[in-house]
């Protein structure tokens, strides 16, 4: 009994976040929404988030300059806020945090912006592997 109190109460002091590991029919169902926007197909965003995070909404890749954050990879250079870089530009006007949740509708508002403002040579993976042959990245039901 005291195990489950202490389990509780640990709950309650240290939530866990919330976090996602995809796969790729689920990612296409949640990214439908975003087919076609700039000229990109959902094979295309599955691809590019497959290469960049795995699927999961808590990947965090620290680089040089800058920290990248979630299945999009936006980074707190010029995308996201954090306090590992307070002279972040932050035009998405997130803090970085929120991308490593499971909720994507921030993300994909974000991944958005960039794609405006930046086109979809943000993100390096699309034009080596996510620009042609994407059929293996095509959910297929039965």
Known sequence: MMFFVSLFLM?????????KLYTKCEL???????????GITVPEWVCIIFHSSGYDTQTIVKNKDST?????????????GSSQNPQSRNFCDISCDKLLDDDLTDDKMCAKKILDHKGIDY???????????????NCKKL
């Open 123 to 137: 993100w390096l993976a699309h034009k080596p592997l996510c620009s042609d042959n994407l059929e293996q990245w």
């Open 68 to 80: 990248e954050y979630g299945l999009f990879q936006i980074g707190n250079k010029f995308w996201c």
């Open 28 to 38: 296409s169902e949640v990214l439908k929404d975003m087919d076609g926007y700039g």
């Open 11 to 19: 709950s309650i002091l240290f939530p866990a976040m919330q976090a």
